[in-house]
């Protein structure tokens, strides 16, 4: 085996392939001169496809890599074309507070990380479980949350400014984040139409982007094709990836980052997605770095270079290409049939089967952490120094250079690209306020009429209380005994209105909440836009599907039926579905966790029901709780209704016991129900109508508006 002392500094600036050779004669003492390169789509993570190819499949996967460094400086640019990194940050700690018994704790979670990432560059970030990626992934495109972050990081060589920075950059999600209703092609336009601000894009130029985006995400096949859940069937796993992927790219961002792109894929979707990953960045002369849990050689060899991490220390980051040499250099050569990916992170790994071992591979960590800030050796610091892969100038805006590196051809810096120009501080135009509801609320409407269950579920609803009220109360008559009835009848009816519509909305509103969060993180719309559009499409259907029983029981049961009374009632009942949506809204918007809200929720109507003055009579209430009636809308909308139909009604008495009340006006009196008049009632349940939407409102703003750290 080769010592240490083989890899001079001179030794990082040879050609790829006679590296490769060298890896090869120096780890597996065989020589490769003559063997055959097995084929690039062959992914090299078994014994047995090792064994079936005599030469290593390092060498395979090495000489379809880019050239060095060195190679690659001439035919990327010409000579002396300024390029400067499109993100770089120093020096980057982060800890956040842990409670260990009892006592609180800072935790470190990354230290001292520096780097920087050049346009038309895949970058992978591996490394074991829990050693930091999606931390550091999250601190890069400004997403982080919580904790005490230092360092810098700069864009285009400025600070970053939050409003341009979170659109210029592309974030895909782990968990794909769409609604399963919508097409492929519905949704990536969609995001077109959220992101692209009508002034800048018209809408054919819209739809060709899409087109575009579609055709070279290999979406177009299945463009028609709804996205779908675990509960209904939609595209497949990679699928799914390509299009989040999708509506990243379609606002044409200047660096994509991927969190576990491939997670939960087959290794053929997994290979895909990173293969289009990589050729959209080279097509597009943008930049993108994503985690991957132990890619396999055909995944490796997509990454420029890896930044390698282990318990929050960058180990490693340089060419992927000469990883395997680094990690030589420093005393840990990978056996010929390993998959260099599960060699890096068996080497970074803790190992927790005994006490000695832990001990040993703590040791190990902390040896790589420390020598990779020693060593002058090491790739990334050539890189740095020299300017590595590129030159650290700017790229002039008209500048398209292309090269070929393997079998990708690249393009950088496509001509649309402004760099480094004051642009850079502005924040892109936004889609017009009124587009953007029209937008939001199209969507809305289409998911909601798509989303059968909850109609149906409504449906249901609407007519089993038709039903099963308007039979109970059916023809009231006017006799004595039906005052018991009608106040029963008007009490059932603020149950409904206000059960029902929490019970249905507040469930539709997190789903819908879970992806305007999401998409939140990339400043697609406001919060007002979004707001008013959930409003536009559950109003219409609340207060539709709830005038079908309310008018239908109304009708059953024989109350006063002149036009104003009919108005009246109906008023003041669509009201309180308004102010319950109000509630629903708010609820929503305040509290993260559905199971939480949903207890919330019902609880607010409960207490709603119980002071609306049909349970308890609403005079004879303690002063102490007294107050709690005057903030339950239910209590002026009951009371409200019960006036309107008791007003002028005669009632007939059979005998004359002494007990019988003749005249309506006096059942409003037996019940404390006059303590307003029915005017009253409807303004201040209008009132509270208001009040509860602009709580909700409020809340929403307050609660989701993202709380990144940014340095
Ligand atoms: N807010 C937090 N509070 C406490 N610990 C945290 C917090 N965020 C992350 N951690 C811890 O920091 C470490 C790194 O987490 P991170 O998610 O970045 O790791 P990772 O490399 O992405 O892991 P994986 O590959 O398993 O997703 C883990 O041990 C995690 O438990």
Known sequence: MESNSGHSQAGYHQPQQQLSRNNIISIGSTSSSSSTPSSGNQAFGSTRDFMEHPISPLDDTYQTLRPTMDESKSPMLPPGTPQAPLLAWENINYSVKVKDK???????????????????????????????????????????????????????????VPGVFKRRVAYVEQEDVMFPMLTVEETIMFAAKLRLAEKSYTSLQKVERVANVMQQLRLSHIKSSRIGDALSRGISGG???????????????????????????????????????????????????????????????CFDRILLLSQGHLIYFGPTNKAIEYFESKGFPCPLRQNPADFFI?????????????????????????????SDKHPEKLSLSYGGLYEKTLI?????????????????????????????ETPPVRANWLYEVATLAQRDFITTIRHYTFLTAVAINAVSVLLLIGLIFYKLGNEVESIQNRVGLFFSLTLNSTYGIMGHYLYMYYKAKDIMLSERGSGSYRMSTFYIAKIMIYMPIAIVSSWVYFLGIYYMAGLQSTATKVLTSLSLFTVLLVVTLGLVLFVGSFVSTYDLASVIGALAVTT???????????????????????????????????????????????????????????????????????GQCALIVICMAIGYNILGYMSLRWKAKPKYLWI
């Open 608 to 678: 709603w029901v119980i002071f609306g003055g049909h349970i308890a009579n609403a005079g004879d209430l303690l002063p102490v709780i007294k107050w709690m009636q005057y903030i339950s809308p239910a209590f002026y909308a009951y009371e409200g209704m019960v006036r309107t139909e008791f007003d002028s009604l005669e009632l007939h008495c059979k005998a004359n016991n002494g007990l019988c009340m003749a005249r309506g006006e006096d059942v409003i009196s037996l019940y404390k129900l006059n303590q307003f008049t029915t």
């Open 346 to 374: 068996d080497v970074m790994s803790l190992n927790n089967r005994s006490p000695q071992d832990l001990e040993a591979s703590k040791r190990r960590i902390e040896y790589l952490a420390q020598s990779l800030g020693e």
């Open 239 to 301: 699928e799914r990836k390509r299009v989040s992927i999708g509506v990243g790219l379609v606002t044409d961002p200047d660096m994509i980052v991927l969190d576990e792109p491939t997670s939960g894929l087959d290794s053929n979707s997994a290979e895909m997605v990173v293969e289009l990953v990589r050729d959209v960045t080279r097509s597009r002369g943008i930049a993108s770095v994503m985690t991957v849990h132990q890619p396999n050689a055909n995944m490796l060899k």
């Open 102 to 160: 009892q006592q609180a704790t800072m935790r470190a979670l990354l230290h001292g990380l520096s780097g920087e990432i050049y346009p038309g560059e895949v970058i992978g970030l591996l490394g074991p479980s829990g050693a930091g990626k999606t931390t550091l992934l999250n601190i890069l495109s400004g997403r982080i949350e919580g904790g005490v972050l230092s360092g810098k990081v700069s864009f285009r060589g400025k600070k970053r």
């Open 396 to 424: 002039s805006k008209s500048l398209v250079s292309t090269t070929d590196i393997g079998a990708s051809r690249i393009r950088l810096a496509p001509p649309n690209i402004n760099w480094g120009t004051t642009e850079d």
